[in-house]
């Protein structure tokens, strides 16, 4: 399977609440993906929508993206992840690009907006279908 996997971000939020330093600041990331439907622009190309949010805590600061995973690949590999997408079977190399990317923009947004940000990039695991009933307790939480 040959996937050529790009990210593009549409929108971009940030905006810092509080003014001063901050100290003891918590984070929590989400990445949604797919956050609307997917859409199949050719045989050989699919785009999955994506959101991705970091709220701190205390409440001092949001950040809020919004953008496109483009695959681009052989027909047969993409209409076998878009049957696992609609089965609720997440394609974890798309979505590790899609956060790792997100997250690199974050660093960079946080540092001009002087908020804490957020450092190591979380692993996506694929869940088993037990595991699937109890949502994970991760920094960084992957909702389908």
């Not at 600041?25 to 993906?33: G, K």
């Not at 699919?46 to 027909?75: C, D, E, M, R, Y």
Request: charged content about 20%.
């Amino acid at each position: 399977m040959s996937i050529t996997i790009s990210v593009k971000l549409l929108e971009i939020h940030a905006e810092k609440l509080v003014e001063g330093d901050l100290v003891k600041v918590q984070m929590q990331t989400q990445l949604n993906a797919p956050s609307g439907p997917v859409e199949r622009r050719s045989p050989t190309m699919s785009v999955i929508p994506f959101a991705f949010s970091v709220n701190f805590v205390p409440a001092s600061g949001t950040l809020t993206f919004h953008g496109q995973i483009v695959l681009s690949g052989g027909q047969e590999d993409l209409d076998k992840i878009s049957k696992d997408l609609d089965d609720k079977k997440p394609y974890l190399p798309a979505l590790q690009v899609a956060l790792n990317h997100s997250i690199a923009t974050s660093i960079l947004v946080c540092r001009e907006l002087g908020l804490p940000f957020p450092l190591g990039i979380p692993q996506l695991n694929q869940r088993n279908d037990e595991e699937k009933q109890e949502p994970q307790q991760l920094p960084s939480a992957m909702t389908m």
